[in-house]
């Protein structure tokens, strides 16, 4: 049996319990998710102890019923074993995310987020950092040690960059342009996206793609202004004219698909809102990433309701009919969340 869209809707939203090791620590990306093939689809779930859904014995249970459908536990990692030579565990380094996605936060740290008045409200960037399991800043050669290794070791067939943002003009992006040219003269071929604010110099996106960059994310999470000012108060400074310049620009250098955006469903934007957002977001060549908003610990929401799942669902299939009607497929990202799709129910629809 397969996945369907209102199961892996609800899925997002209410998570699993589990009785298998599938946890992993908070990193970039959605924290504390559980890392599974579910029907034969690299998936995220959320662990919840109190979600009527349960993995147990490699199956998906509903209040105890057996739902059919085969759930595979991602492996630990043959590399998170591994040191360098200074002593950093690789496990602090980058994260297995998927079976296959090796990602890092190579500045955990951000300048919107030690004020509450400007802290994106759904965000925990530090949190791992605060728990001692990952370090402030990556080197170049600490990520192309970890990629060599995650690639020869576990098969990782590709790389997430984010960053926190810097004060500094490129906020942050020149470091990370440095860190993907020393991935790639590690690990030739190896495709690897970049997450990043838009830079105040956007000629930086052109040293990102020539560094060896496959993909760039920039994400906005809501095009509504109302939305973003009262979600992303620090983020929301930076206008939606500045974004849709940085788009056009990323999409010019990496390509058409080449370019994404975290949309998160759940945030109070009207749904047609949304989609008819994503619709503009895909007719320039920038691929929707549409994304249950989750409340997490440690967040300043962390006690906000996550979205029905029926909104998860209707907002997913439209955005996953506009990207059909585009022949935009998460997949041609090369890298990057939208290739990887375990965080958002799209892959179940088609995107
Ligand atoms: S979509 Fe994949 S790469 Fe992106 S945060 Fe989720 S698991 Fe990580």
Redesign the pocket.
């Known amino acids: 049996m397969t996945t369907d869209l209102a199961l892996r809707a609800d899925l997002a939203v209410r998570g699993v319990r589990v009785d298998a090791p599938v946890r992993r620590r908070s990193g ?3 924290s504390d ?1 559980g ?1 599974v093939f579910l029907g034969g689809i ?1 998936t ?1 779930l959320p662990i919840s102890s109190s979600s009527p859904y349960e993995i147990t014995g490699g199956r998906l249970l509903l209040d105890g019923a057996d739902l059919g459908l085969d759930v595979e536990p991602v492996r630990r990692p043959a590399f998170y074993d591994l040191v360098t030579d200074d002593g950093v565990p690789f496990e602090q380094l980058a994260r297995l ?2 079976s296959d ?1 090796l ?1 890092t936060t190579v500045v955990q740290t951000c300048m919107r987020y030690a004020d509450e008045a400007t802290r994106c409200r759904f965000c925990a960037i530090t949190a791992s950092l605060d728990a001692g399991a990952t370090t402030a800043v990556k080197t170049p050669a600490q990520l192309a040690a970890v990629a060599e290794a995650a690639v020869r070791l576990d098969g990782v067939r590709q790389m ?1 960059l984010t960053t926190g943002t810097s004060t500094a003009p490129d906020r942050g992006a020149r470091h990370l342009a440095r860190c993907v040219r020393a991935v790639t003269e590690a690990v030739p071929g190896l495709p690897v ?1 970049v997450q990043c604010e838009p830079p105040g110099d956007l000629a930086v996106l052109t040293e990102l793609r020539e560094a060896g960059a496959t993909a760039i994310g920039i994400h906005v999470e809501s095009m509504d202004d109302a939305v973003r000012a009262r979600w992303t108060p620090g983020k929301a400074t930076v206008p939606m004219a500045d974004y849709w310049s940085a788009w056009h620009e990323a999409v010019r250098v990496f390509g058409r698909n080449r370019v994404s955006t975290y949309l998160l469903v759940g945030l109070g934007e009207h749904p047609d809102e949304l989609v008819a957002g994503a619709a503009e977001l895909v007719a320039a060549g920038v691929y929707p ?1 549409v ?1 249950p908003f989750r409340p997490l610990a440690g967040t300043l929401e962390a006690s906000h309701p996550p979205p029905p799942a029926t909104l998860v669902a209707d907002v997913t299939a439209r955005v996953a009919a506009v990207l059909a009607a585009a022949g935009m497929r998460g997949a041609e990202q090369g890298a ?9 129910a799209l892959p179940v629809a088609g995107g």
């Open positions: 970039a990306g959605p998710d890392h690299g995220a995310h998927g996605v990602a997430v996206q990433f994304v990057g969340c939208a290739a990887c799709g375990a965080c958002s």
